[in-house]
């Protein structure tokens, strides 16, 4: 009775952790409209770059598949983010293509079909493998990397914000969405028992801290120079 209790209290927390980190996540998937109402509204992609909106359609692709029930039947959680996730930057890319100059169109259209290639090996490959385990581990194993490498893309920012003195390049609300996604999944995973979820999310977790502590301490020194400029 005590463990069918302990048991129940586990899944209302791994269910409440998940939901949770959907709700974030969909701050972050919706962070990029502003740049894309700019590119509309003047009709060009002017210096913004597509590949961010490549690299996290991978990464939504391949955690996506590791959340389907043909590779682990308890994430469905982990499946429904990332479906989310991948429509919006199938949506982003596609106005970067329509909106882009011929040379940024080919070379977009070129990665895009590249990542489909990628994705459909791995989906096709996993497959082969008949071991349930072993094809989970694969595949959790890649999902793993790809997140990690995005969680870390943030450090060449942190660098600039640093360099700068500004944290322009760091909106607050979109490293508090990636904080508070990764701790919600950091959760999720621990409550699920799966490394593959919880390992990249709590080093997500981790440099989420960094990047608010760095932008509270720079938005501090911003104040004092403010007060200095005034009491002169």
């Not at 999944?185 to 608010?212: A, K, M, S, W």
Request: glycine share 6%.
């Amino acid at each position: 009775m005590v463990l069918s209790g302990q048991y129940s209290a586990f899944l209302i927390a791994k269910v409440a952790a998940g939901i949770a980190g959907n709700f974030f996540a969909f701050g972050l998937f919706v962070s990029p409209m502003h740049t894309f109402k700019r590119i509309i509204r003047n009709g060009s992609t002017e210096e913004f770059s597509g590949l961010p909106y490549i690299y996290a359609l991978l990464n939504c692709m391949i955690s996506m598949w590791y959340g389907s029930p043909l590779i682990s039947s308890d994430n469905m959680l982990i499946l429904s983010v990332n479906s989310v996730g991948a429509v919006f930057q199938l949506a982003y890319i596609t106005l970067f293509i329509v909106y882009a100059e011929k040379p940024k169109k080919v070379w977009m259209m070129g990665l895009l079909v590249a990542v489909c290639g990628l994705f459909a090996i791995i989906a096709i490959g996993s497959l082969q493998i008949s071991d349930p385990f072993l094809r989970r581990t694969v595949v959790g194993l890649l999902s793993c990397f790809s997140l990690i490498s995005m969680f870390a893309s943030p450090l060449f920012i942190i660098n600039l914000v640093i360099r700068t003195k500004s944290v322009e390049f760091m909106p607050f609300y979109l490293s508090l969405s990636t904080f508070l996604m990764s701790t919600s999944f950091l959760l999720y995973g621990i409550f699920n028992y799966d490394p593959y979820v919880y390992v990249p999310n709590g080093i997500g977790t981790i440099l989420g801290i960094v990047q608010l502590a760095l932008e509270r301490r720079i938005n501090c020194c911003i104040e004092e120079r403010k007060k200095n400029v005034i009491l002169r």
